[in-house]
């Protein structure tokens, strides 16, 4: 056991200072996050003047954008895209001889880049807070253990979904296409561009299907308060059978795909 927690301290210092390295990179990336952030409660609140929309006002709208902002910083992963590029370009080959899991050399890689840009996110965070400060007196978060389990369900979530896309390269020439299919409805139901709840009933029904509401909306609701009680639980038990599955699946996309991978390029 202190071998492999040597071995993930190494990983996870080496990606940390290289996350650090690229910090100017790491900013720009924020900005299209933070963007959408900003400006959505503009386009809510002056088209919902004072009135309610799926039982949000101006504060409940206001609120709801910070906490994705703080969430979706945290639990987003995206590194399908250099997984794809690693294994086309055969680069992907130097994983296969190291003594560690490859789910752990990606979990900690992608652990330290997400530190690095939740360092990064803090001056847009209190600038947001900041710009907001008269709609956000008196706005409170729920900020309990069942919050954070959340999150980290949600992170585990989009850390095996993307697991499972990346490995797609393995069998197809280029993958680029399809991760490019996976942004639409994931950027829509899972609340990073509108809430969930605001959505037309039947979205709300797929949203509630689908994986993707339980990766950021459902942390966003427990901590903004829209999801208590027993809402909670049966949201991360959700949470974790999609974990399971995702996880399950790509188990299987490795094993037949290291069947194919020939490691071109090197």
């Not at 071995?7 to 924020?30: E, H, M, P, Q, S």
């Amino acid at each position: 056991m202190l071998a492999s927690f040597r071995k993930w301290l190494a990983l996870f210092t080496v990606y940390l200072k290289d996350g650090i390295a690229y910090r100017v990179n790491g900013v720009i990336w924020i900005l299209t996050d933070a963007f959408t952030m900003f400006t959505m409660p503009l386009v809510w609140m002056s088209a919902m003047g004072n009135s309610t929309v799926a039982g949000f006002g101006r504060a409940d709208i206001v609120k709801y954008y910070l906490a994705m902002l703080m969430v979706s910083g945290f639990v987003v992963c995206h590194f399908m895209w250099e997984l794809s590029v690693e294994i086309k370009d055969g680069q992907f080959a130097s994983q296969l001889v190291r003594p560690i899991s490859v789910y752990q050399v990606y979990f900690f890689r992608n652990l330290s880049w997400r530190i690095v840009r939740m360092s990064l996110c803090v001056p847009f965070l209190l600038a947001f807070m900041w710009f907001y400060r008269d709609v956000l007196q008196g706005v409170s978060f729920n900020w309990s253990i069942s919050f954070w389990l959340a999150l980290i369900l949600g992170h585990l979530l989009s850390f095996t979904t993307v697991m499972m896309l990346g490995f797609i390269a393995l069998f197809v020439e280029e993958a680029m296409a399809l991760f490019e299919l996976y942004y639409f409805p994931m950027l829509f139901l899972s609340g990073q561009v509108v809430p969930v709840a605001m959505l037309p009933s039947w979205a709300q029904s797929l949203a509630k299907v689908l994986p993707f509401y339980y990766t950021t909306n459902l942390p966003v609701d427990i901590g903004i308060g829209r999801v208590t009680g027993q809402g909670i639980w049966i949201g991360m038990l959700v949470q974790a059978m999609y974990i399971v599955v995702a996880f399950g699946v790509s188990k299987i996309l490795w094993a037949k795909g290291l069947k194919q991978f020939s490691g071109v390029g090197l």
